[in-house]
């Protein structure tokens, strides 16, 4: 299971740190992934952390979004800077190569 938390209205150029509680697997042990779906698109990967700690963005994001993790915890993060009105959308987390569950997402609306 996977709970995200940390959306919200955010102004053009603002931060947003979404969490994720993972949970029913070994958190360790797997990749974990960022993901995002507005209204009538696919679901996107946008940033991807091994369990070594290698990370990897999409061109979209790279440079302004930071995936992090805390094993000891269970918790995956996204910190999110100077955020544009086009990642508007609902955030999830998976694991990397995702699960069928996925969690409710946390919304994030960038807007002035």
């Known amino acids: 299971q996977f709970a995200e938390t940390g959306g919200g209205l955010v102004q053009p150029g603002g931060s947003l740190r979404l969490s994720c509680v993972a949970s029913?697997?070994?958190?360790?042990?797997?990749?974990m992934a960022w993901y995002r779906q507005t209204p009538g698109s696919e679901r996107e990967l946008i940033a991807g952390?091994?369990?070594?700690?290698?990370?990897k963005y999409a061109d979209s994001v790279s440079g302004r979004f930071t995936i992090s993790r805390d094993n000891v915890r269970n918790t995956a993060y996204l910190q999110m800077n100077s955020l544009l009105p086009e990642y508007t959308s609902v955030y999830y987390c998976?694991?990397?190569?995702?699960?069928?569950?996925w969690g409710q997402g946390t919304r994030v609306t960038v807007s002035a």
């Open positions: 952390i091994t369990n070594r700690d290698e990370v």
């Open positions: 998976n694991m990397g190569h995702p699960s069928a569950v």
């Open positions: 029913g697997f070994d958190f360790n042990m797997r990749s």
